[in-house]
């Protein structure tokens, strides 16, 4: 936190005064009058103004001594930001030189290494077109035989003027034999590609003869066995018509019966419920109602089942 400069300067005075004058008016306070008080206050009061000028114009003395000290670090300062981009820069020219004449180098060897490379190329080749030579005239020297007799047929064939066309024709038929032996050769492989191809074929097709009759087999066991099943079921379904026909022979007499029993309860009402012919639930209701109460001189259930119409 700041301190105000009165403040400041007010105890650095209290600190430059002697012990003794700051002790003195606590002393005397009892000793001396007023006035002389007075004027003591005033003689210090004159003392601190004086020492405070006198702090304030050493404190603007030295402010303007570091002004000017921080205006020459400044400057030098500028001068070292100077001095050091001029190095910089220095450094990085000189970086930039060695990197050229590397480069330069660098290109210089490659391009020795080329001519190098170049040069063992050339002797190679030069060696083996050495070596060509030679293998040339040996040939020459081993053919010059051949060519004295191509000589001696050429006088003997009119119809060749010189060497060449003679060594051509014979080139020729050399290349047609060439060529009818590749043919030849083409057609045998093609002959026994046709002959594998077609015993490929033929193992095919027995293959699938005989998976055919495989399946023929299994087809004619699955019919049998059709067969077998459909014959069990129709004997099924005749037994199951035949039982049906049985029961509902037994439902309609037993329909038959309901009803009669129902006609002769309604016989022996007064007002008998109107139900329909097809309704034998609810005519068996009512005979079971019938029975279930007192019998009657008029009706007795013995007389319903003793009826001629009853089951």
């Not at 590609?193 to 293959?207: C, H, K, P, T, V």
Request: hydrophobic share 40%; net charge positive; proline share 5%.
């Amino acid at each position: 936190m700041a301190v105000p400069w009165e403040e400041y300067f007010r105890l650095a005075l209290q600190e430059k005064l002697p012990a003794s004058s700051r002790k003195i008016p606590e002393q005397s306070v009892d000793h001396f009058p007023p006035v002389l008080r007075l004027l003591e206050k005033r003689q210090e009061l004159a003392d601190a103004d004086r020492g405070l000028r006198a702090q304030k114009e050493v404190f603007q003395t030295t402010r303007a001594a570091l002004k000017g000290r921080w205006e020459q670090l400044e400057q030098k300062e500028q001068e070292l930001k100077g001095s050091f981009v001029r190095f910089d820069k220095f450094l990085q020219d000189t970086e930039a030189r060695r990197n050229r004449a590397l480069r330069r180098a660098a290109q210089e060897r490659l391009q020795a290494d080329r001519r190098e490379a170049e040069a063992l190329r050339l002797r190679a080749q030069f060696k083996e077109l050495q070596r060509e030579r030679a293998r040339l005239r040996c040939r020459l020297e081993r053919l010059e035989p051949c060519a004295r007799l191509l000589g001696r047929v050429l006088e003997q064939l009119p119809e060749f003027q010189e060497v060449p066309e003679l060594v051509a024709r014979f080139d020729g038929l050399v290349d047609m034999q060439a060529a009818l032996r590749l043919t030849e050769r083409q057609r045998l492989a093609e002959l026994e590609e046709a002959r594998a191809q077609l015993q490929r074929l033929r193992d095919a097709g027995q293959s699938e003869l005989l998976g055919q009759g495989q399946q023929r087999v299994q087809l004619l066991e699955r019919l049998e066995a059709a067969r077998e099943r459909t014959l069990r079921w129709e004997s099924k379904w005749i037994q199951i018509q035949n039982t049906g026909a049985e029961k509902t022979l037994l439902l309609g007499r037993a329909r038959i019966a309901a009803l009669n029993l129902f006609q002769l309860v309604c016989r022996h009402k007064t007002h008998p419920p109107a139900l329909d012919i097809e309704d034998t639930e609810g005519q068996l209701e009512q005979v079971s109602s019938l029975l279930t109460c007192p019998p009657t001189p008029r009706f007795r259930a013995s007389q319903c089942l003793k009826s001629p119409g009853s089951v």
